[in-house]
């Protein structure tokens, strides 16, 4: 049985870009605007976030603000190879 893997849903293309050249190591993305690259990080990130965790405040400002109660990170347990280094690589980028 293959792990389940992160959602692909509002994930930056240049992470799918990766993925599909193998995620080399000299892959460097071209046509990266910062801001924009930024903002579709953050919404990736966010939504792969449980729904016990949820966005506080505005912009650049938002955190984090984790509910009381039971915390369940079992959708982050994926060993594949597009799981957690997916997003450890889209920090790179």
Known sequence: MESPAL??????????????????ITYKGTNIDPEVYGQGFRGWYAALQPLWRTLSGGGAS??????????DWAKFQCSGKNSLLSVIAALYF
Do not use: Q, S
């Not at 938002?62 to 915390?71: D, M, Q, S, Y």
């Open 7 to 24: 959602a692909a849903k509002n994930r930056p293309p240049v992470v799918g870009e990766w993925i599909a050249c193998a995620r080399a």
């Open 62 to 71: 938002n955190t984090f603000v984790e509910a009381k109660g039971v915390r």
